[in-house]
C-alpha cells in the first residue's frame, strides 16, 4: 500500500534542517560493532532535540561495501547488518512521529559488480537484454578524453572482463558498472526501485552521481540532454503519483552547469551548491571575502520552487573539482599539510580539524551556511566537533562512529573495540573521552548547545529558506555583509521588491548579516541608506542596535564574529 | 478532516419560520434542565429571526417547543465527543465546523456550558458582531467579580495581549462568535488531537486568530456565570491551562516573535470594591513553605535576579506583601522558556510555577483591598508583560542558563 510523505507543505524542503548520518556508524544496538536501525531509532530523540528537521541516511542497502555502501546489490531491500525492511518502516515512522522527514539514496548511475543484474549481463550473450543493462564495449578506446573521477585508484573507465570478454564502463571504481540507460529495461527498474521507497513513505531521493547517466562519444558524457530527459521521466513520475517528495542532485559542477538540472522546475527540486563550499574556506584563510562573492555572482537564479543544498562538509572529501589549478594548490597547503589528508581531487577532513579546532571560525563558517540562500545540510558530528582519522583509508577518515559519552567505544556500541566497521577516533585532541554528546549535553556553554541555539533560530525565520540575497559592498574585504530578504506575498524571488518598502509591508523579513573573516577585530560601515530609519536587532540576543541614518553604518567586529541583523521598522516596536 | 457524519435531526417544523439567519448557535454543553431556560433566552435575543441551534445528544421533546418557534433545533450526535464542559474544547471546535458545513453556515456562535445564564441582550450583542463581516472571532468580555478569574488575569490574558498583540481580556472565553473560515482554522487544529483521542484538548482561539491575521473583536457581557472546572484541585488546574497554553506559544514562536504591535490603553471600568474578606494566609503559607522545599527547582528555572527578588518577598509581612509586576512578568516567562525547553519534567515544574502563582494572587488581592481597582492593576500587569516581552525573545533565542 501507498503510503503518504509526512511533509505538508509542499515547499518543505526549503525550510528544512538537513543531517547526513550513515546507519552504520551512527548507534549499534546489538553489539556487533556496527550500526544499525534499532540504534538509530534510539538516537532520534537526540536529533530531534539537535532541531534537525531531515536526516539523509547514506546508503543502506545490500553491499560488498566497496564503496561505502554506493556498491549495491539490491536495491530494494536493507544490508542485513543494519536490520530488516520492517526495522527501516520502524524508524521511519518513528522519525515522522518526530516531524523528522526521510531523504535516501537513489543510486541509479552504477551498481556494484555483485548485482544480479551484472551477474547476469558478464554470462549473457551480446546484444542480449541482460547483457544490455550496462555499457560493453570491444575496445577501451570509445568515449576517449572523459575524465576519470577517483583518479587515485583507477587508470580508466574502461575495465576488461574475462567472463564476458568485452570491457564494461564506470565512471567511478572498477567493481561499479554502469547501468545503461539507453536500454528502456533499466529505465522501467529504476522507476520500480524508486516507487519501492516511496511508496513506504519515503521524503526524498538524493540522485547520486546524475550527471553520468549516459554516454555519447565525443562529449564528456556528462550532463548530456539524454541524461536531463531521465531525469525528467523520474520526476514526472513522482509528480503524478506522490505528493511533497523531493529529489536532490549530486551534480559536481559549476553553477551554470548544474542549472538544467533543476530544468523549469521539472527535473530536481534540490541541487548541491558544490563550488561554494571550498570557497568558504578559501575566504576564511585568505581573510577576503572575493571568493565567496565571486561564485555566487556567477550562480544563476533558480527556479522558484527549487533550492540549493548547502554544506560544509559531507562523508565524502572535501572537494576541489570546481576550483581552478592554483586555488587547489592554495587549498592543499591551506587545510592539507599532511599528504594523507588529501584523496582524490580533495581533502579527507573534518570540519573541526580543518580550521583547528578553534571555535570561533566553527561557528563563523556555520553562520553563513545557516543564513545564505539554501537548505543547509550538517554531517553527522561536526555538531560536537568530532575529529578524523587519516590512517584510514580512502574517504573513511570522516567516517568514524559517533562520539555519544567517554565509555567503551564512545557509547556507540558494546561490542569488542577490535570488532567495530571503523575503530573510534582516540587522539588527545578529538578523541572521543573528551568530544562526545553526552558532555557537550552537559556543558551549557558547548559547541552542540550553540549549534542547537543557532538552529533553532534559524528555524523561526522563513528568510532564511526562502528569501533573496544580496551582497553589500564595504571598502574592508575583510568582512562579509549580505541582505536577506522575504516577502510571502511576492510571486516570485526575482519579482520581490527592493528599496525600504520592501520592509515595511507586513510579514517581510529584512536581515543583515555581516561577517569577519579575519582573525583580528575589523571596522566596517555599511551602506544601508534605503533602510534609513530603520532598527538592526541583533538575533541572537534580541538587541537593539543604533537607528539606520542615510549616514554609512558603522559596526565593529571581534575576531571571526558575525552578526544577524534583523532589520525592523522604528514604529512597530513593542519597546 | 474525518469523514464521519454529524447524525442530526430537525425538531421544529419548515412552516412558519421568519426569515432564516445564516448564524448557527452551537449549545456546546447543556443540561436537560438548563436547556429551556436557554433556549427561551436565544428566542428573546431573536424574536424576528430564525436560525439553527445545534445541541450535542438532548431529545427534542421540550414542553414547550411551540414557544421557540423561530429557532430549528438541531440535535446531533458529537462525531468527536467531549467529557469537559467547563471550556471549549478541541471536540467542540471540531463539532461546530462539521455543523456550520452541514447546513451552510457562514458563521458560527458557540455557547458555553451554563449558557441559559446569559442574558438575550448578551446574546444578540454577540450574533451581530460576529455577523457583522468584519470580525472572525468576537470574544466575550465577562466581568467577574475581584476575587475572581484570576488565572486568567495573571497569566492567559497578559501572556496572550504581550506575545500575540491581541487585546481580549479573556482569551479563553467560553461564549465566541466565529466566521466560517475561523471555524475552519479552529477545527483543523482541534483535529490534531480529536486524531489523537484528546477531544478534551483547549484550543487557543486569539493565537490562533492572531497568526492568521483575522480580525478579532470583543463583546462585553455583563453577567455569565461561570460552570465549575472539572477539578478543584488548583495544582491540577493550572497544570492543565498553562500547560496547554505554554505549548501553544512553543509552537507559534515563529510568529509571536515577530509580532510588535503595541495594543492601545483599554478604557477602564472602575467596578464595586470587594465585598469578600482579604484572607491570602494560606496563600502565603503555600508560597513559603515552596520558598523552603522547591527553591532548588526554583533555582533551575529562574536566573539569580529573580531568586532575589523571591527571597525578599519570602521575608515581607502580610501587610507589605507586594510582588512587583515585572517579577511576576519574568517568571511567567521563564517558565514558559522552561516548558519550552523540557528543563525539567513539565508536571513538576507546572507544579512548582502553583505556590509563586498564589503568592502572586495574595499579592494582587492585598493590593485590591488597599483600593487599587483590580483592573487598573491587571492592565499595569499587562504592560509589565509588554515591556519584558524582550527579555522572553532574548532567553528564547539564546537559552543560555549564565544570565543576569
Avoid at chain 1, 536500454?183 to 522507476?191: D, F, G, I, Y
Avoid at chain 1, 572529501?317 to 589528508?341: C, G, I
Avoid at chain 2, 424574536?47 to 439553527?52: A, E, G, K
Wanted: aromatic fraction near 10%; glycine fraction near 4%; proline fraction near 8%.
Amino acid at each position: 500500500m501507498k503510503k503518504a510523505g509526512s511533509a505538508t507543505d509542499p515547499l518543505w524542503y526549503k525550510d528544512a534542517i538537513l543531517y547526513e548520518l550513515h546507519v552504520r556508524t551512527f548507534q549499534d544496538s546489538n553489539g556487533d560493532g556496527i550500526g544499525d536501525f534499532p540504534g538509530l531509532i534510539s538516537r532520534l530523540d537526540y536529533l530531534q532535540d539537535l532541531g534537525v528537521t531531515c536526516l539523509w541516511l547514506l546508503p543502506f542497502f545490500p553491499s560488498p561495501l566497496r564503496d561505502d555502501g554506493y556498491d549495491i546489490a539490491d536495491y530494494t531491500s536493507v544490508n542485513p547488518t543494519y536490520g530488516t525492511i520492517d526495522d527501516f518502516k520502524s524508524f521511519l515512522a518513528a522519525a515522522h512521529q518526530r516531524n523528522m522527514q526521510v531523504l535516501i539514496e537513489l543510486v541509479i548511475n552504477h551498481t556494484s559488480d555483485q548485482h544480479p543484474w551484472f551477474k547476469a549481463a558478464r554470462n549473457a550473450p551480446p546484444g542480449s537484454p541482460e547483457r544490455d543493462f550496462y555499457v560493453w564495449s570491444d575496445t577501451d578506446q570509445l568515449y576517449k578524453g572523459v575524465p576519470i573521477i577517483f583518479s587515485d585508484t583507477e587508470k580508466s573507465n574502461w575495465t576488461w572482463d574475462d567472463t564476458a570478454k568485452a570491457f564494461y564502463w564506470h565512471r567511478f571504481f572498477s567493481h561499479q558498472p554502469d547501468l545503461n540507460f539507453d536500454n528502456p529495461a533499466v529505465m522501467e527498474e529504476v522507476l520500480k526501485a524508486m516507487r519501492f521507497w516511496l511508496d513506504l513513505g519515503v521524503d526524498g531521493l538524493r540522485l547520486d552521481a546524475i550527471p553520468y547517466l549516459v554516454e555519447r562519444d565525443g562529449t564528456t558524457c556528462e550532463s548530456l540532454p539524454e541524461t536531463h530527459a531521465i531525469i525528467r521521466r523520474l520526476r514526472a513520475a513522482i509528480d503524478a503519483e506522490y505528493t511533497n517528495r523531493f529529489t536532490l542532485a549530486e551534480a559536481n559542477q559549476w553553477p551554470p552547469e548544474v542549472r538544467p538540472y533543476f530544468g523549469n522546475g521539472d527535473e530536481c527540486h534540490m541541487a548541491f551548491h558544490f563550488p561554494l563550499m571550498p570557497r568558504i574556506y578559501m575566504a576564511l584563510r585568505q581573510e577576503d571575502r572575493l571568493p565567496i562573492t565571486d561564485i555566487m555572482a556567477q550562480t544563476p537564479p533558480i527556479p522558484d520552487s527549487c533550492q540549493w543544498g548547502l554544506f560544509l562538509r559531507n562523508h565524502d572529501e572535501l572537494t576541489l573539482e570546481m576550483v581552478t589549478s592554483d586555488e587547489r594548490d592554495y587549498m592543499y597547503f591551506a587545510y592539507s599539510a599532511d599528504p594523507r589528508m588529501r584523496v582524490n581531487s580533495g581533502i579527507r577532513r573534518r570540519l573541526a580539524p580543518l580550521l583547528d579546532n578553534n571555535r570561533q571560525r566553527i561557528q563563523l563558517l556555520n553562520s553563513i551556511l545557516l543564513s545564505f540562500p539554501g537548505t543547509p545540510i550538517l554531517y553527522y558530528g561536526d555538531e560536537i566537533g568530532m575529529g578524523d582519522n587519516i590512517y584510514l583509508g580512502d574517504r573513511n577518515a570522516v567516517r568514524t562512529p559517533m562520539q555519544w559519552n567517554s565509555d567503551r567505544n564512545a557509547g556507540f556500541s558494546t561490542a569488542n573495540p577490535a570488532r567495530l566497521s571503523f575503530p573510534v577516533v582516540m587522539d588527545p585532541v578529538y578523541g572521543y573521552q573528551s568530544v562526545n554528546v553526552e558532555s557537550e549535553l552537559a556543558d551549557q556553554s558547548s559547541l552542540l548547545h550553540w549549534t542547537r541555539n543557532m538552529i533553532a533560530l534559524r528555524k523561526l525565520f522563513q528568510v532564511f529558506g526562502r528569501g533573496t540575497l544580496e551582497f553589500l559592498s564595504p571598502d574592508n574585504r575583510k568582512v562579509l555583509a549580505y541582505l536577506r530578504h522575504y516577502d510571502p506575498a511576492s510571486p516570485s524571488r526575482e519579482a520581490t521588491a527592493t528599496g525600504t518598502a520592501r520592509v515595511t509591508s507586513p510579514n517581510t523579513e529584512t536581515i543583515l548579516c555581516v561577517a569577519n573573516l579575519s582573525r583580528f577585530a575589523q571596522p566596517v560601515s555599511l551602506d544601508l541608506e534605503e533602510f534609513s530609519g530603520m532598527i538592526p536587532v541583533e538575533m541572537l540576543g534580541y538587541v537593539p542596535f543604533p537607528v539606520i541614518t542615510d549616514q554609512p553604518y558603522p559596526l565593529t567586529l571581534a575576531p571571526y564574529s558575525f552578526f544577524w541583523l534583523e532589520l525592523q521598522s522604528t514604529a512597530g516596536r513593542a519597546s | 478532516m474525518a469523514s464521519s457524519p454529524i447524525n442530526t435531526a430537525s425538531a421544529s417544523p419548515e412552516s412558519d419560520m421568519p426569515a432564516e439567519s445564516s448564524l448557527l448557535v452551537h449549545l456546546t454543553a447543556v443540561s436537560p434542565e438548563s436547556l429551556e431556560p436557554a433556549l427561551s433566552n436565544l428566542a428573546l435575543a431573536f424574536p424576528n429571526q430564525s436560525f439553527r441551534v445545534a445541541i450535542p445528544d438532548i431529545a427534542p421533546n421540550l414542553t414547550s417547543a411551540h414557544t421557540f418557534n423561530t429557532l430549528r433545533l438541531v440535535p446531533y450526535t458529537p462525531p468527536a465527543p467531549s467529557t469537559t464542559f467547563w471550556v471549549l474544547t478541541a471536540a467542540d471546535y471540531f463539532n461546530t465546523y462539521r455543523l456550520a458545513q452541514e447546513h451552510n453556515a457562514s458563521a458560527c456562535l458557540l455557547l458555553g456550558a451554563d449558557s441559559h445564564t446569559l442574558s438575550p441582550e448578551s446574546i444578540r450583542n454577540l450574533a451581530s458582531a460576529t455577523l457583522s463581516h468584519n470580525s472572525d472571532l468576537v470574544v466575550s468580555h465577562y466581568h467577574p467579580g475581584p476575587h475572581e478569574g484570576l488565572l486568567n488575569s495573571a497569566i492567559l490574558y497578559p501572556v496572550t495581549r504581550a506575545l500575540f498583540c491581541a487585546h481580549p481580556r479573556f482569551p479563553l472565553a467560553l461564549d465566541l462568535g466565529v466566521s466560517l473560515r475561523m471555524a475552519e482554522r479552529l477545527a483543523t487544529q482541534a483535529q490534531r488531537f480529536t486524531a489523537a483521542n484528546q477531544e478534551d484538548a483547549l484550543l487557543w482561539p486569539v493565537s490562533e486568530a492572531s497568526v492568521a491575521g483575522y480580525t478579532i473583536t470583543e463583546t462585553d457581557v455583563p453577567r455569565r456565570s461561570a460552570p465549575p472546572p472539572a477539578t478543584t484541585e488548583l495544582n491540577a488546574l493550572l497544570a492543565l491551562i498553562a500547560g496547554s497554553l505554554f505549548s501553544d506559544i512553543d509552537t507559534k514562536a515563529s510568529f509571536w516573535q515577530r509580532a510588535r504591535n503595541t495594543i492601545p490603553p483599554r478604557a477602564l471600568e472602575i467596578g464595586a470594591a470587594p465585598t469578600e474578606p482579604l484572607d491570602v494566609k494560606a496563600m502565603l503559607e503555600s508560597f513559603h513553605l515552596a520558598y523552603s522545599n522547591l527553591h532548588e527547582i526554583w533555582a533551575l528555572v529562574l536566573p539569580p535576579h529573580t531568586l532575589l527578588g523571591l527571597k525578599r518577598l519570602s521575608v515581607m509581612p502580610q501587610e507589605a506583601f507586594r510582588m512587583a509586576d515585572s517579577l511576576w512578568a519574568r517568571i511567567v516567562y521563564d517558565f514558559i522558556l522552561a516548558y519550552r525547553l523540557r528543563t525539567i519534567n513539565r508536571g513538576h515544574l507546572l507544579g512548582a510555577l502553583t505556590p509563586l502563582y498564589l503568592a502572586w494572587v495574595a499579592s494582587h488581592l492585598i493590593l485590591v483591598h488597599s483600593g487599587i481597582p483590580p483592573e487598573r492593576h491587571i492592565e499595569e500587569l499587562a504592560l509589565a508583560f509588554e515591556t519584558d516581552k524582550p527579555y522572553l525573545v532574548s532567553r528564547w533565542r539564546w537559552p543560555d542558563r549564565f544570565n543576569p
